[in-house]
């Protein structure tokens, strides 16, 4: 037992070579002594003794973990770590097993050993190499090459096995004590290191590529800039080897690295190693946002940090893994079916560092030497990528699901190579199958933990679905090469999908009705003609009963009789790799390139069709037969690489089953050896009998017959065949299956040890098997029915589904803090002491404990912000900061922004800012400038006589205003005004302001991306000439129409659907449509009707109003006439107040169309409600028709959209609609052959266009809402991708009353994107004019123009460039002059020849430039425009530097004259004859004499009178003019045809990385000093006699107890709600996968929600009180305190109304049961009940403690 047991560790070997040397060290002894003691062994004896006793214990511990695993497995993986591991320890006693690295090692290692004994005195000796400590740990997998993510300096190691100069990836979060998170990241593939900084407030990442600020030459560089040189600077430094993932959640965000990995395939031919993630952290970031969340979502955040990787995921740096190897593709073109990190990775797309964040697959890879019976041996990688298509646990994720995906579906990839020298083919082969469950739609429940077996059930409608299944697998695995050398396998052009079922079958047995159902499946399939070349076969094989009847060894046999014939048909694919490629040109098979190989494949055969495995859960009994069928193909493939496995070949005998040979073993015979040309790569044969040399093998006469293995018996297999590579093979399998086993059941794989038939007494560890399943069945059966919920959610937020219903709250792009890090203050800030830095401090989040204190007495405190980027402004963030008095802290602020400072636009008035502790956040949500016209109109003044206490718009915003959007505000200024009752100086805190910023460097920078976003702007810039009715350029027209018009009413509004076509764009990566949702919305091409260019949009709705209500005035309309109404206004382009205005004109009153008060009330609860239920609905359809189309091929859309509302009455078709709902008297025949009919889901009877109720009708009757999160239901099954429809008849009237609001609602969504799309497009415009025709050139353009930047700066640096530089004040310009911020724009954008001219009459011009940020300015240069100057054109040029606005406080820089420069260089005289743009533009510079550190650079230019010049200036003049006393001020006239003019205006120098301001600790502390004493009064609660809750909680009334003191303010804790993203049916627009975006603005920032909160104080004398108070947003529960102007004495009641846009908050949704979007009517978080209390001030030492009590 012990012989064989060390036998069969390989251990006798070294037991024999320790027992040798035992025997050597007896005979030194004995020489050395001249006697050997009895008793006294030797050194070498004990040594011995010491092994022995070692490998006893190896032997008991590999006893242990035999009996306590079941199969005789050793191994330690991840998560499934037994108790005893032997992952420390490294047993490595068979040289010609370990990999050639080792060898090597060892035998180095042996040399030292050696030389140590024989060399001479120690002294003398050299030291060992010191291996260090935990670089490189024992990996916990035999044979793995691993490395662990420890502290290192510099560079990273490289891990054992590689070459020492290759560079592996490196990732150092750091955290600095500030709480602020640098991301710092050393590509494998590049050669410097990219910094990116997480924002501590909205958690956005910032990356601008520049070099010495987020991009350096090496790691340590980059943590030197980060830590200032001092790692006393850092909180936490975490390091590790690969950026997973990252999400942005609200108040906290959450970072995905890998800590350490497994080096599991290491060498892939043609370069590229497969890693497994062997350790990974999430990094939980707590960021400042106050964005309000409920319970439920922090919950599933937390659930989601919690969700195990380890051991389970894998990725490749280098090369694409997504498909079968050789891939095609590129690395950043995967399968999206297997990419399970797209979601996680997409904020490091868009910063524009795609390939920073890994792609990440699930499931299984590793690989393993083996050797053959000659000298020749090889590698076999066993690879297992799991879909994402239907992920989940196992009783939640079987069969079907919407996505026509399977539970469990695994693609298994058996790869082989040998190994070669550099220089060298290396030849390699493929063998794909797949396993999952079976594709219908069935599932099976567990009623409790005890049960013995699970319910199956299979749904109404089963194969609904299976057809996209299958048509996926036929595109995957179709032989698409016509080149490929098909010698060993049949050109067909069918391809075969082999289904192996292996569910038991027998009478009485619970899975023959999925067997049954299988046949019928299969037999359905194949009669639908549908499927193309696809040919599916079905072999049911019922495993359990075969090895219950017959055995293990006859099953595998029968499985083998079975696969034969498939295997042998579908084949595996055979090809080289070479290293150049310039060695494919001999190629006679199919080449696969691409650019992550440095050579090139050449395919001398690939397979075709796939072989499908399944069990009931696509787990045990398919992981068993998978390995059987997949051992074949492994033989095969060794036969076809010349490495040999027949046992017989190694001792050069001829095979003892000679009936299955057609030749002699591939072996040679003696006296021949294998050599390799250097130069082809090929083998050639050398004959040492004969001394001559061959390239054919010597046994080519005679050719092995091909699989013949599958004909052998099972002992003639194991008899024949090598096992140590079987066993090999075997274990890959096991630890595979207990891999898929642990992520769909949460336990290991069971009825494993038939695996480990073919080693020697696999019967001992029978019996600890069946104890093993049983556990494993009792722990899977807890796991399955109390964590698969929590699992199943964890999976979808990590694969980003459903975040609607987990995360509702959280915005999918987070905004930007746009004050720094590059913003800064344009005026000073007055504080109580001096302080150099002019209050720039406020804008720091490095300072947000800052307390600035002002100076007494000025009635309000003014801040002018220049901001880093110019954007749409959409939030104000305030940190409270104050002393020990609250008061200190502003009442109220007024807000202004613009573009400049002196085109600055009130937006906030007096918004509220109540007292709170320190520190807290407050959130001022910021609108647009709104008209005053519009709130005259559009408001309480359109709706008199109707009483709004119960008015609540459910449906959706019918008086919806529209403020301003503007892209370009740089400015924002802000008057903060003080308490009343405040008795100290104000202070302040850190003050940020949030926006939306375009993708600027993408549009002017990016030569890759310019030209696409080009493209786009021109396709937006085309539809805005066809707008006709909207009265300003902000205002849209009809959402995602491109005329902008009516349309023409003689023809049906829903026209077919265009997506994706050559005229609109495509933003799927995959190039199936997906958009159920376009055609009625975003794709009509209809006809541009006259009447709107004859009578304007305002007209055409008067007329269309009239044409429903005749002349009732709008009294007589119902409810559809009034959504008709709204429809026609949108798609109009008319906003809310240009409706009213329309309606007063003729003397209605708006109100009297609202639909919400259409209705009564319990109606509109339950029409809002399932307007709530089909928004969430459309959404999951949308997600998961965009999952399902993944592998498809490019479908047509419906002509039925998702709403089929017309905006006029239709009537029936006619002819084959049998459901005539809409029947009409002059309905014609002929209009038959212009419908659509389809056939209704629920009556089956044919129905027309016009008949029909939609999509959305079907999901709301259908049992969609009732289906799992991904799975099915015993009601049926439904297909993202089918298109199932209901007739009108078949629907109840407030269904179809749904479908028109939640129509509706997306035409107001369409008509925000629409406008913030047309705002963007000004801002561009208004920067550089778009040319069509120089879209295609634009990239060329780029590139010149940073070449002739270059060339002007001659390695300075440009200081002065858009979008990080910005013009102060604005500058007049001329009509058909190119925009003012031309001056700016980097160069190659817009017309080569235009430039900026001021007007005619203007003779004198000043630009004031502010800077990207503060810099160290040498010069200017001004680039010449394309006509040149003239005598009469040439300037007077000053140029003056401060870093304020107040012009007093400028300083002088110099006076040059342009017409005496130009005198000596004539070149700049008259127009460009050029127009290389490669040449040196011509430019003026103008050299300061030392640099001028400064923010602001002011610039005028004046056209001189005649005879004004002064001293002549060379080109490069670089001295100063007199002073600035020197200046010339009076009005020169104006020769005739003369105007100021310029091309670009450069500013050079160098900035400064870090703004490093003054010392300004000192100030800060003596402003301290003024707020260190205690508050001298208290708040204390005022007590209520009664209170009362009516209007649905949104009013109390207080009744205070008589006598009570008089009350200075109350206490509101905020509301417990969010506001969810989701609020209506997708569109187009709103896709994810959506390539191209200029905004990326979501509803909720267009159109922000706010609430107020009205106090009517009603006094004993009748008198009332009323103030309004504008609230902020603030995380839930914060109290916030607010003091009324004056105190109220003699208050009876006092009366709190909740105000605003209370409808559009709601409950935490992820709470809520099903698919409910709302608690209704109204959220009960914004119930007013225990929220508010009244409280006056009183002296706390007075109170006593008595008194602190009542404290509030």
């Known amino acids: ?394 009783y939640l994720a079987r069969g079907l699901n919407a996505c026509s995906g399977t539970g469990n579906e695994v693609e298994c990839e058996q790869l082989v190579w040998v190994p070669r020298k550099g220089g060298q083919r290396i030849p390699f082969s493929s063998y794909i199958w797949r396993r999952g469950t079976i594709p219908i739609w069935w599932g099976a429940e567990i009623k409790n933990a005890v049960s013995v077996e699970a319910e199956i059930y299979v749904a109404n409608d089963p194969y609904n679905g299976s057809l996209q299944y299958y048509q996926r697998l036929g595109r995957r695995y179709g032989n698409k090469s016509s080149e490929a050398n098909v010698s060993r396998q049949k050109k067909s052009g069918r391809v075969p999908v082999i289904c192996v079922n292996l569910l038991r079958y027998g009478e009485g047995k619970t899975e023959s009705v999925l067997v049954d159902h299988f046949k019928e499946s299969i037999r359905y399939m194949n009669s639908t003609g549908k499927l193309g070349s696809t040919w599916i076969q079905l072999v049911n094989y019922d495993w359990h009963a075969t090895v219950k009847l017959k055995g293990q060894q006859q099953t595998v046999e029968g499985l083998w009789r079975h696969l034969k014939a498939p295997t042998m048909v579908i084949g595996f694919s055979e090809g080289n790799y070479y290293d150049v490629r310039q060695q494919l040109s001999e190629c006679k098979g199919s080449v696969i390139c691409n650019d992550d190989v440095n050579g090139g494949f050449c395919m001398e055969s690939i397979q075709n069709g796939v072989i499908r495995f399944n069990c009931a859960d696509s787990l045990d009994r398919t992981n068993a037969a998978s390995y059987f069928g997949a051992l074949q193909v492994f033989v095969e493939q060794c036969s076809r690489l010349n490495i040999s496995l027949d046992i017989d070949a190694m001792f050069g005998l001829s095979s003892r089953y000679s009936e299955y040979d057609g030749r002699n073993t591939r072996s040679l015979p003696p006296g021949w050896e294998e050599r390799f040309d250097s130069v082809t790569g090929k083998s050639f044969y050398i004959d040492h009998n004969t001394r001559t040399t061959t390239w054919e093998h010597p046994c080519q006469e005679a050719p092995q017959k091909p699989w013949k293995r599958f004909d052998m018996t099972f002992d003639q297999f194991k008899g024949s065949t090598m096992l140590a590579p079987v066993n090999h093979l075997a274990e890959l399998f096991l630890l595979a299956g207990d891999i898929h086993a642990t992520l769909y059941t949460g336990s290991k794989a069971m009825h494993s040890e038939i695996l480990n038939i073919f080693k020697e007494e696999t019967g001992k560890f029978s019996k600890f098997s069946a104890v093993q399943n049983v556990r494993i069945t009792v722990q899977r059966r807890y796991q399955n029915f109390v964590n698969d919920s929590s699992r199943q959610k964890q999976l979808e937020m990590f694969l980003g589904l459903r975040l609607y219903k987990h995360l509702p709250s959280i915005p999918m792009f987070p905004l930007k803090v746009l004050s720094r890090p590059s913003g800064c203050m344009l005026k000073p800030v007055p504080s109580i002491t001096p302080m150099t830095d002019g209050g720039s401090s406020l804008l720091s989040f490095k300072r947000k404990d800052l307390i600035w204190v002002c100076q007494q007495g000025p009635d309000y405190v003014e801040l002018f912000i220049y901001l880093g980027e110019p954007c749409h402004v959409c939030q104000l963030l305030l940190t409270v900061s104050h002393g020990a008095e609250d008061s200190s802290y502003p009442a109220t602020v007024d807000v202004r922004v613009g573009s400049s400072i002196d085109s600055l636009k009130l937006v906030v008035e007096g918004a509220c800012i109540p007292q709170c502790s320190n520190g807290t956040n407050l959130l001022i949500p910021l609108t647009g400038r709104i008209d005053p016209d519009d709130l005259a109109v559009t408001g309480k ?163 269309f109003f009239e044409s429903l209500s005749g002349y009732n005035k709008g009294k007589g309309l119902d409810f559809e006439q009034m959504m008709k109404l709204e429809i026609k206004r949108l798609r109009l382009g008319l906003s809310a107040t240009e409706r009213d205005q329309a309606l007063l004109s003729i003397g209605v009153i708006p109100a009297t169309l609202d639909p919400n008060r259409s209705v009564d009330y319990s109606y509109l609860l339950k029409l809002s409600s399932l307007a709530d239920n089909l928004a969430l609905l459309g959404h999951t359809v949308l997600e998961d028709r965009v999952n399902a189309s993944i592998g498809l091929e490019k479908g047509s859309e419906h002509a039925i959209d998702f709403w089929n509302i017309s905006e006029n009455d239709e009537s029936c078709y006619g002819g084959a609609c049998e459901v005539h709902a809409l029947s009409s008297s002059q309905a014609l025949a002929t209009r038959e052959n212009q419908s659509v009919f389809v056939e209704c889901f629920r009556c089956e009877r044919t129905v027309c266009k016009a008949c029909c109720a939609g999509k959305g009708a079907f999901l709301l009757l259908n049992t969609y809402r009732e289906l799992k999160i991904y799975g099915g239901s015993q009601s049926g099954g439904y297909s993202a991708l089918a298109d199932s429809f209901v007739c009108k008849s078949c629907c109840s009237e407030i269904i179809k009353r749904a479908l028109y609001v939640d129509y509706v609602r997306v035409l107001h969504s369409l008509r925000r994107k629409d406008r913030s799309e047309k705002a963007a497009l000004s801002a561009v415009n208004q920067v550089c004019q778009l040319e069509y025709r120089k879209a295609s050139d634009l990239s060329q353009s780029i590139q010149f123009g940073q070449r002739q930047l270059k060339q002007i700066l001659d390695g300075e640096e440009s200081l002065a460039e858009f979008p990080y530089a910005n013009f102060l004040q604005m500058v007049e310009t001329a009509n058909d002059s190119e925009p003012l911020l031309s001056l700016l724009a980097p160069f190659g954008t817009g017309e080569y020849k235009s430039y900026w001219k001021a007007p005619q009459d203007n003779t004198s011009v000043e630009f004031s430039i502010v800077l990207g940020g503060l810099s160290d300015v040498a010069g200017v240069a001004i680039i010449v425009s394309s006509c040149g100057y003239s005598t009469s054109d040439c300037p007077i040029v000053e140029i003056w530097a401060s870093n304020k606005i107040h012009r007093e406080d400028r300083a002088f820089i110099g006076k040059w004259d342009v017409q005496d420069i130009i005198s000596s260089s004539p070149q700049l005289c008259g127009p460009e004859k050029s127009n290389r743009l490669s040449e040196e533009p011509r430019h003026i510079k103008f050299h300061f004499p030392n640099p001028i550190r400064c923010r602001i650079i002011s610039i005028k230019m004046t056209l001189p009178h005649n005879g004004s010049r002064s001293t002549k200036f060379s080109e490069e003049f670089d001295l100063l003019s007199l002073d600035d006393s020197s200046v010339y001020e009076s009005k020169p006239t104006n020769p005739q045809n003369s105007f100021i003019h310029a091309k670009r205006i450069v500013v050079f120098g160098s900035s400064l990385r870090k703004e490093v301001g003054p010392d300004t600790s000192g100030g ?189």
């Open 1 to 394: 037992m012990a012989e064989a047991r060390l036998r069969e560790l390989q251990l006798l070997p070294l037991l024999s070579l320790r027992w040798a040397t035992w025997h050597e060290g007896q005979r030194r002894d004995t020489r050395a002594t001249g006697a050997s003691k009895p008793g006294a062994p030797g050194r070498s004896c004990c040594l011995v003794f010491f092994w022995v006793k070692k490998i006893k214990q190896i032997l008991e511990a590999l006893d242990y973990l035999d009996a306590s695993i079941g199969v005789g497995r050793r191994m330690c993986m991840g998560k499934l770590r037994p108790n005893l591991c032997l992952s420390k320890v490294t047993v490595n006693l068979d040289p010609d097993r370990s990999p050639p690295s080792a060898r090597r090692a060892a035998t180095r290692r042996g040399d030292r050993a050696r030389s140590s004994t024989t060399s001479g005195p120690a002294s003398s000796r050299p030291a060992p190499a010191r291996r260090p400590p935990s670089a490189v740990p024992v990996s916990p997998r035999p044979s793995l090459l691993s490395y662990s993510a420890t502290r290192h300096p510099g560079r990273r190691p490289a891990p054992p096995g590689h070459q020492k100069s290759q560079m592996h990836t490196s990732v150092v979060v750091v955290v600095l004590e500030t709480t602020e998170v640098y991301i710092v990241i050393s590509l494998s593939t590049r050669r410097d290191t990219q910094v990116v900084y997480v924002d501590p407030t909205t958690g956005a990442l910032r990356y601008l590529g520049k070099h010495g600020e987020d991009v350096f030459d090496s790691e340590a560089a980059a943590l030197n800039y980060i830590t200032d040189g001092s790692r006393v600077l850092s909180k936490s430094t975490t390091y590790a080897k690969a950026l997973l993932g990252y999400a942005v959640l609200g108040s906290s965000a959450l970072l995905l690295v890998a800590t350490q990995l497994s080096a599991s395939v290491p060498n892939l031919p043609g370069g590229g190693c497969i890693y497994t993630v062997a350790e990974s952290q999430w990094i939980k970031i707590q960021l400042q946002n106050p964005q309000p969340q409920g319970t439920g979502e922090q919950k599933n955040i937390r659930d989601l940090a919690d969700l195990d990787i380890d051991g389970k995921h894998f990725f490749c740096e280098t090369r694409d893994v997504t498909r079968p190897f050789p891939s095609p593709m590129t690395l950043r073109e995967p399968d999206d079916e297997f990419v399970w990190n797209e979601w996680l990775s997409k904020p490091f797309k868009d910063i524009g560092l795609p390939g920073h964040c890994v792609i990440l697959l699930q499931g299984f890879a590793e690989c393993r030497n083996f050797g053959g019976a000659g000298q020749q041996g090889g590698l076999v990688a066993l690879i297992a990528r799991r879909s994402r298509l239907h992920p989940g646990t196992r």
């Open 941 to 1103: 003044s359109a709706r008199p006589n109707v009483q709004e206490s119960s008015y609540l718009p459910l449906l959706y915003d019918f008086e919806e205003l529209e403020g301003e959007l503007n892209f370009l505000n740089r400015v924002v200024a802000l008057s903060f005004h003080p308490s009343a009752v405040s008795r100290t100086p104000i202070t302040l805190g850190e003050i940020e302001v949030l926006g939306v910023s375009l993708p600027w460097a993408d549009m002017l920078t990016n030569s890759e991306h310019a030209p696409e976003f080009m493209e786009f702007l021109n396709k937006k810039s085309s539809s805005v000439h066809c707008d006709l009715g909207s009265k300003s350029f902000g205002n849209s027209s009809m959402p995602g129409n491109d005329s902008h018009g009516d349309f023409d009413m003689s023809e049906p509004h829903i026209t077919e659907n265009t997506f994706g076509n050559g005229e609109q764009t495509n933003f799927l990566d995959d190039g199936f449509d997906v958009n159920p949702f376009a055609p009625a919305l975003e794709v009509p091409v209809p006809k541009v009707n006259k009447q709107v260019e004859e009578c304007g949009s305002t007209q055409l709705y008067l007329n």
């Open 1564 to 1752: 800060i502390m003596r402003m301290k000093s003024y707020l260190d004493r205690s508050p001298p009064l208290g708040r204390f609660r005022i007590p209520v006699e009664a209170e009362r809750l009516r209007d649905n909680d949104l009013v109390l009334e207080q009744y205070p107890l008589a006598n009570s003191p008089g009350i200075a303010g109350f206490r509101l804790d905020f509301f417990s709600v969010i506001r969810p993203r989701v609020t209506h049916s997708p569109s187009s627009s709103e896709l994810d996968t959506r390539k191209f975006s200029l905004t990326r603005m979501e509803d909720r920032f267009v159109n922000p929600a706010i609430i107020y909160i009205q106090v009517t104080v009603v006094k004993e004398s009748g008198k009332l009180v009323v103030e309004e108070y504008r609230l902020p947003e603030v995380k839930a529960n914060t109290p916030l305190y607010f003091d009324f102007p004056d105190l109220q004495q003699d208050a009876r009641c006092v009366i709190f109304r909740l105000l605003g846009d209370v409808t559009a908050f709601v409950d935490d949704i992820s709470e809520l049961e099903n698919l409910n979007l709302r608690n209704l009517p109204l959220a009960s978080g914004l119930s007013l009940s225990n929220k508010i209390k009244l409280y006056y001030y009183a002296d706390t030492y007075e109170m006593g403690k008595i008194g602190s009590l009542s404290a509030v």
